[in-house]
DNA sequence: ACTTATGTGGGACAAAGTGGGAAACAACGC
DNA sequence: GCGTTGTTTCCCACTTTGTCCCACATAAGT
């Protein structure tokens, strides 16, 4: 299972290093893609072929699908882990999640995200705050 | 069942040693995540498989869910207890729960806390003075 | 008082993360 | 065609951090 937080730097070659608990479980190849609230997602090669057949079962019919299928389709991108464990970030990707020098890897379950540093520490503040609330609604249907 | 309180010391290299009361149900590898409050939550593996199977079957289609999930799956660590009892916490949670030198173990049944002394003996404070009131709630539904 | 268990500290070593240089390659202008 | 420039890829080296191991101190039990 991917979890923990991981600061990590985005070198001026757009090299960044994987963090060592996540190399094992994504493999030599994986797929970076656009994801929601302003990060990538990172999946195995495994988990990936999941996902994508499961954007498939979507359908053609609605065109919210359709642009959530393109949104992840279009947006992926297959990289090769180098010897020293490091990938290359597509430049498009780098601007889409507006990527700086420091970046922050999370490990939510199947994926890992990327996420530019002050975003993360934005959206974790904001997450902190609502947890006390959240965790009473879930702890409703008994997750905690 | 994991119950009672004890002070340890975290010391310059983020080594804090379990009290020796809690390593047996622990085990020996364990899972450390952001709790409510301000503290850590501390399981064994095997609640933490529970819980996290729980937050993977939330999936990741509501915006709240998906904050909650972060929350708590990239809030996690999974750390090893070394030959002398102890683990390592990440800086990412020493600095959540703003763990000082002095931090404090409580056991919660399932699970063990993990507390700012400062912050725990504030909390004891505060709920020994509305403890009154909270068993007058809790009388009214048989608990005590 | 002696032995055992527990908590704490320090030193040595290995590994992770990062930066930089050399080689390979393509694009461009002269 | 040739050289220049810029980009990409590979490899090596440094620095910091994590990990392992051992030793000491205090407390508890016999």
């Known amino acids: 299972m991917l979890i923990g937080e991981y600061k990590h730097t985005l070198d001026d070659k757009k090299r ?12 030599k190849k994986i797929v970076v893609t656009r994801g929601l609230e302003g990060c990538l997602f990172v999946y195995s090669q495994k988990e990936w072929n ?11 019919g609605q065109q919210s699908t359709r642009g959530f299928a393109r949104f992840m389709l279009a947006g992926a991108s297959e990289v090769d882990v180098d010897s020293s464990g490091r990938i290359l970030i597509p430049d498009f990707l780098k601007d889409f999640a507006e ?12 994926r890992v995200e990327i996420w530019n540093e002050r975003s993360w520490d934005a959206y974790t503040r904001r997450i902190e705050k609502e947890a ?13």
Do not use: C, H, Y
């Open 16 to 27: 960044l290093s994987l963090p060592v608990k996540f190399r094992q479980e994504l493999g």
């Open 50 to 60: 999941l996902i994508a057949q499961q954007l498939g079962n979507l359908g053609m």
């Open 99 to 110: 990527l700086k020098n420091k970046v922050v890897f999370a490990g939510v379950q199947t």
């Open 132 to 144: 006390d609330v959240l965790a009473e609604q879930l702890g409703g249907i008994g997750a905690i």
